[in-house]
């Protein structure tokens, strides 16, 4: 069972580079979510996609892009990566079975951004 | 706006001692509340949650009521072990929110042998 499945695991960009972090659930979930962790702020959300075909900021969204490829895949797209970018990125998914199910979460994506 | 606050760390603790996390939240509806628990290297994971006031949740030796009277949510566990050593996050939604999870901080526990 692979559940959330993030690549890559760490990445170095210079300031003004882009990239995109992938990520695929096999659990069939409708609900997919982008976290960003930082040290003494919890997890904050940038952007979430609550069924395939739809996409939402959250909190944190500047800087960012998301796509919704199918049901399984949901990226996130840093267009030009500043420093203050530099943290720890979850990709997370939840099932429709009531509002307050878990959340699956993959094990995150360590971007550096110098 | 909805916000969850729990005790800053790092805590460290001897093994089979008692652990307290305390968490605090402040919610516009009736949330669920949530414990998650991040191992070293890996992602979170769901260690318990309660849906109501006075539910308990519990799961591997860890325990949280629901206190809506004083919006709580402490974790405890009794004997801690040295595999509890982890990052343990407090979080709640709202019905409103769907399955969106506002967390707290988080807070680093040690158990050192």
């Known amino acids: 069972n692979a559940g959330v499945t993030q690549t890559p695991k760490f990445q170095v960009l210079k300031t003004g580079q882009s990239m995109t972090l992938q990520c695929a659930q096999d659990?069939?979930?409708?609900?997919m979510y982008w976290y960003r962790q930082d040290p003494g702020m919890g997890l904050r959300l940038i952007y979430y996609?609550?069924?395939?075909?739809?996409?939402d900021k959250g909190e944190v969204p500047n800087g960012y892009n998301v796509s919704r490829l199918n049901k399984r895949e949901f990226s996130l797209r840093l267009e030009s990566a500043a420093p203050s970018q530099t943290s720890v990125y979850f990709c997370?998914?939840?099932?429709?079975?009531?509002?307050?199910?878990?959340?699956?979460f993959g094990n995150g994506t360590r971007l550096t951004v110098t | 706006g909805d916000s969850v606050t729990q005790m800053e760390g790092p805590v460290t603790l001897s093994e089979e001692a008692f652990l307290t996390i305390n968490c605090t939240y402040t919610?516009?509806?009736?949330?669920?509340l949530f414990w998650y628990v991040q191992y070293p290297g890996e992602g979170l994971q769901l260690l318990l949650k309660?849906?109501?006031?006075?539910d308990k949740g519990s799961n591997k030796g860890f325990e949280a009521t629901y206190r809506k009277e004083t919006t709580s949510f402490h974790l405890e566990k009794g004997s801690v072990q040295v595999s509890d050593s982890a990052v343990y996050f407090c979080?709640?939604?709202?019905?409103?929110?769907?399955?969106?999870?506002?967390f707290g901080g988080g807070t680093r526990v040690l158990v050192k042998p």
């Open positions: 997370a998914s939840g099932t429709s079975q009531g509002w307050n199910s878990p959340l699956h």
């Open positions: 919610a516009t509806g009736y949330p669920s």
């Open positions: 979080a709640l939604t709202l019905k409103a929110a769907g399955n969106k999870l506002t």
């Open positions: 309660a849906t109501k006031a006075d």
């Open positions: 996609s609550a069924s395939e075909g739809t996409t």
């Open positions: 659990m069939n979930h409708n609900s």
